[in-house]
């Protein structure tokens, strides 16, 4: 069983910086993949960045340039940088990783402000 526990969200303005954290209960070399997905009101849950074992990354389109997603292996934590924040990045952000099942994270909430 994996748990992760999510961090650093909030409210910020737009044109603002917030740094995510996601700290895994065991090994996240083990993981297959980990990343992270977002949830606005309304919507359905969508792929933010992700970044595999090897060390591979994928982002959003709608998030490319402006996140980045980093780990740290000795923590046992991955990171999602965000930057250049806009309204439309306002949702519940949640951390996954697969470790031959999927495991969520219980969510942070990101605001936006205008």
């Known amino acids: 069983q994996v748990q992760l526990v999510e961090s650093g969200g909030g409210l910020v303005q737009a044109g603002g910086s917030l740094r995510l954290s996601c700290a895994a209960s065991?090994?996240?070399?083990?993981?297959?993949?980990m990343g992270w997905y977002r949830q606005a009101p309304g919507k359905q849950r969508d792929l933010v960045a992700i970044?595999?074992?090897?060390?591979?990354?994928n982002y959003a389109d709608s998030v490319k340039g402006r996140f980045t997603i980093s780990r740290d292996n000795a923590k046992n934590t991955v990171y999602l940088q965000m930057n250049s924040l806009t309204p439309q990045d306002t949702a519940v952000y949640y951390c996954?990783?697969?470790?031959?099942?999927?495991?969520w994270g219980q969510g942070t909430q990101v605001t936006v402000s205008s």
């Open positions: 970044i595999t074992r090897a060390g591979s990354i």
């Open positions: 996954y990783c697969n470790a031959f099942k999927a495991y």
């Open positions: 065991g090994s996240i070399l083990s993981f297959n993949f």
